[in-house]
């Protein structure tokens, strides 16, 4: 049943769909030119008119979800910038609405590190953290209702404080905006491979590091717990990331929820994929079909990937 191109795929157990890709959006407020970012060959920190370029290109290819991430131009310490109404991701959030109705699903990335002067994912006790989780909370719940309003589908809280989905359920709802789902960044890791994040979105903490908040890597039936947890909190989709040194978390956490079940692959995995492919040592193509089938595999009904557009090119061809 190998013999042939025609027989493996009679017989293929998975398969892709663009469809089930999100592409990860930057969009940076007071930026001229797109500027392409060196460690994720193709994406780009855009402007408004380059970021709806991008979107109409993604439709074209076939991908209709992506995720958006600000870099706002003027950081604080409690990163307002992410719940004012003309923050930069509200206003892309409205451009995109305006331009594409609901042919698009548009999520929203809900963390501060973009926004805090300190780079951490919630507002600090005291000059040098620790993060304080509870005050956290109620600015998550503020950013929320901005970005529903400005016309997000779901938000997608990245920041595991504790009781994120709740405050964050708690708040859209008594805002009328129950109808908006919440993507959870449940089983989200203490990872090196967010570092070419970190230099595209400008996020990386100015002190410390995130493993105070984000899950220690050694842990799966940690994740189970964090997953029930915001489940019971009202979570639409639940994600785990990074997605392929992870395989083992999504497939645990497929099987024992069946929910939606999303997967990031990050951006380190894709800087490695496209590193080691310009020195000619993996083949970029055929790597980027094994990883993103080995993450569907693994239990993944939604990708989150830097490589949604060329994928879902390839898918169509
Ligand atoms: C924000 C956030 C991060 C990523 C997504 N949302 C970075 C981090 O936690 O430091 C990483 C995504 C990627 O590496 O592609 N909290």
């Known amino acids: 049943m190998r013999r042939t191109e025609v027989l493996r ?12 890709l999100v592409a990860p959006l930057f969009v940076k407020e007071g930026l001229s030119q797109p500027v392409e970012i060196p460690s994720l060959p193709g994406q780009y920190q855009h402007t408004l008119p380059s970021l709806v370029r991008e979107v109409g290109e993604l439709l074209e290819a076939g991908v209709r979800a992506v995720i958006l991430f600000g870099i706002p131009a003027r950081k604080d310490a409690a990163g307002s910038e992410a719940y004012s109404p003309d923050g930069i991701v509200q206003r892309a959030l409205r451009r995109l609405r305006g331009e594409f109705g609901d042919q698009v699903v548009l999520l929203a990335d809900l963390c501060l590190c973009e926004y805090t002067d300190h780079g951490h994912c ?31 589908d779901l938000v997608a809280p990245s920041g595991m404080m504790d009781g994120q989905v709740q405050a964050i ?12 789902g919440i993507l959870a960044y449940a089983a989200k890791y203490a990872s090196c491979f967010y570092g070419p994040f970190r230099e595209a979105a400008e996020s990386a903490p100015r002190f410390g590091d995130r493993r105070t908040y984000q899950m220690d890597p050694p842990n799966v039936r940690e994740a189970l717990r964090e997953v029930a947890q915001d489940l019971e909190e009202g979570a639409d989709l639940v994600m785990v990331k990074p997605a392929l040194p992870y395989l083992d978390v999504l497939r645990a956490v497929k099987e024992r929820f069946g929910m939606p079940t999303a997967a990031y692959q990050v951006s380190g995995e894709y800087a490695m994929i496209h590193a080691a492919a310009q020195r000619g040592w993996v083949d970029l193509e055929r790597a980027m079909w094994e990883t993103l089938l080995a993450i569907r595999r693994a239990g993944a009904d939604v990708i989150l990937t830097y490589f949604a557009k060329e994928a879902a090119r390839k898918l169509r061809a």
């Open 169 to 180: 359920r708690r708040s859209l709802d008594q805002a009328g905006y129950s109808h908006v």
């Open 9 to 20: 795929q009679l017989v293929a157990e998975h398969a892709l769909r663009a469809e089930q």
């Open 122 to 152: 919630g507002v600090l006790a005291g000059p040098e953290g620790p993060v304080d989780n509870d005050a956290t909370l109620e600015i998550y719940g503020r950013v929320a209702v901005a970005q529903a309003e400005a016309g997000a």
